[in-house]
């Protein structure tokens, strides 16, 4: 791989160990990868956090600090190094969990110890701390063309096909060896080549719901894997939460970074320039057949009817879906047997407390909670075995992480499960 | 003796060998293995339940969440991870954790991988020259 001068600087040292070690991460990277060159960015988003219980026993273990545990966890380098300030714009993603909510989530007080540490550390570095999966609801929004380095594959994918900025699917190495020296591998989908669509997907039924476009991202994602599906068809415009749990779905079933939508999306005016005169690799119907097919698969976990937790939020919750929730919930109460917890980043949070959505959440026995999910906290109420969510990456993800059962469904039909305990969802 | 030679370009350097553990379905990092034991969760994968602590893993590629490579990374830290990669799709997931796997690894092979590997299979790896020798199991 060929360096420019500044990032030939770094690796030999010149900014000191950790922005070297940065350095040789994204070197070795790249060279793995093939990627001829590294290029800037100026948009970082990553997690770092070491409140995870096998970082706790390591540092633990090895007496060390938190410098130590970015050095390991975020540089690869197993010799603890002193972490500088970060050199371009970078963002924390989300946390491992909501010390608002300690009691709910069960929550040692040393792993909230850890975790304000963390915090600390982080806003000493010159992260954002926005602890959510989805930056570009809280201010990260980046712009068509705009070569970031993100982790978070429903983000990823979002902001790669719904804005058009460009970014492959880091890890919380090359985001850590980003933040310090602001360089990632060219490589992927900062290339123009590498965005064309690979996979037609002619879409002949309506898409409506959120949970509807969360089955066609499951099925369109489990089919093309890591390639670029181009949906056409759609009739009606999706909105931001629409085309989040469409993202979140596919990069679950499947690898998927990038999608056009005819018409829709940025880099996808016409089907011509979708395929930029590229090869259809192969044409997949979307009729009700599939529809249900799809339905089946993320339905796959699930056969207790009595629910005793509702998880919604994943990813985090928009303020029109808080919105949505609270229209539903209103008049009703949360089931004496069952659990609603909905997760938003903790800048939508603040806006629904002004709204007074949250007093409506909480008035009737649910929580609105900020910086986690179940799957990426691993916290569900005390004793839950059957779960009900409205997307369906939670449902691919829940039940392998937490060994409980997981119904998926529409939002409406959750919040009839938050409130009556039962599971009466079905494909209309 | 029986032995197949594979060639192709090395990801990550390094010499290894060990029996090997072939799946056909891509790999999910975060919320797809324990990281603490290199065993397999993901809801309807094929090698559901089994560990690839000390195996040649040979699969398609990566799949899923961008917590990829930190799993793969937590399970070189508990002494799970897999002996060598052998894999066809090149991703970042994929590289950032071979990389951080600290594992041989290879891609791009003149002849399809999964077709010639089967579990159970004797395999070096010489990632450093891009040759994977394989024996294979007795039958």
Known sequence: ?428 | MNTIVLRGRKVVGGCAEGEALVTRDRISGWGGLDPRTGTIIETRHELRGQSFKGKVLVFPGAKGSSGWSSQFHVARLAGVAPAAMLFNEMTTKIALGAVVTHAPAITDFDQDPLDVIETGDWVRVDADNGVVEITKRST
């Open chain 1, 1 to 428: 791989m060929k360096l420019a001068a500044d990032e030939q600087a770094m690796l030999d040292g010149k900014e000191g160990p950790a922005r070297q070690k940065a350095m040789d991460l994204l070197v070795r990277y790249g060279e793995a990868l093939g990627a001829a060159r590294l290029i800037d960015t100026n948009n970082v988003c990553g997690t770092m956090g070491a409140t995870m219980p096998f970082v706790r026993a390591w540092a633990e273990k090895h007496g060390a600090g938190i410098d130590a545990v970015f050095s390991e966890f975020s540089l690869d380098s197993a010799e603890a190094l002193e972490i500088p300030k970060v050199k371009v714009f970078s963002c924390h993603l989300q946390q491992g969990m909501d010390p608002a909510h300690a009691e709910q989530q069960a929550l040692a007080p040393e792993a909230v110890k850890i975790y304000r540490e963390g915090e600390a550390f982080f806003s000493r570095l010159g992260v954002q701390l926005m602890n959510t999966c989805t930056p570009y609801l809280v201010g990260n929004v980046p712009v068509k063309g705009e070569h970031c380095a993100w982790m978070e594959s429903s983000a990823v994918i979002y902001i790669n096909s719904v804005l058009g900025a460009r970014t492959n699917a880091e890890g919380r190495e090359s985001a850590g060896a980003a933040m310090l020296t602001g360089k990632i591998p060219y490589w992927g989908y900062h290339l123009d080549e590498n965005r064309l669509g690979s996979h037609l997907v002619e879409v002949e039924i309506d898409v409506r719901s959120t949970a509807d476009w969360g089955l066609l991202g499951y099925y369109v994602g489990e089919i093309v894997q890591e390639r670029v599906p181009v949906l056409n068809g759609i009739r009606q415009v999706p909105n931001l939460a629409r085309l989040k749990h469409f993202g979140a779905a596919a990069s679950s079933s499947g690898g998927v970074e990038m999608y056009h939508i005819v018409g829709v999306t940025p880099e996808a005016r016409t089907l011509e320039e979708a395929f930029g005169g590229g090869r259809v690799r192969a044409t997949i119907k979307y009729g009700e057949a599939e529809r249900r097919l799809a339905y089946e698969r993320v339905n796959t976990t699930a056969t207790d009817r009595a629910v005793d937790y509702v998880m919604l939020g994943c990813p985090h919750y928009s303020i029109e879906q808080i919105w949505e929730v609270c229209q539903l919930l209103e008049g009703h109460r949360v089931h004496e047997n069952c659990s609603l917890w909905i997760f938003t980043p903790k800048l939508v949070r603040d806006l629904a407390d002004r709204n007074g959505y949250t007093k409506i959440i909480e008035e009737a026995g649910g929580y609105l909670m900020t910086d986690t999910c179940s799957s990426v906290g691993r916290v569900v109420p005390k004793g839950a075995r059957v779960a009900a969510v409205d997307s369906a990456k939670q449902a691919h993800y829940l039940p392998a992480i937490m060994g409980i059962q997981a119904w998926f469904g529409t939002t409406a039909e959750c919040i009839e499960a938050a409130t009556t305990g039962r599971w009466s969802g079905e494909l209309r």
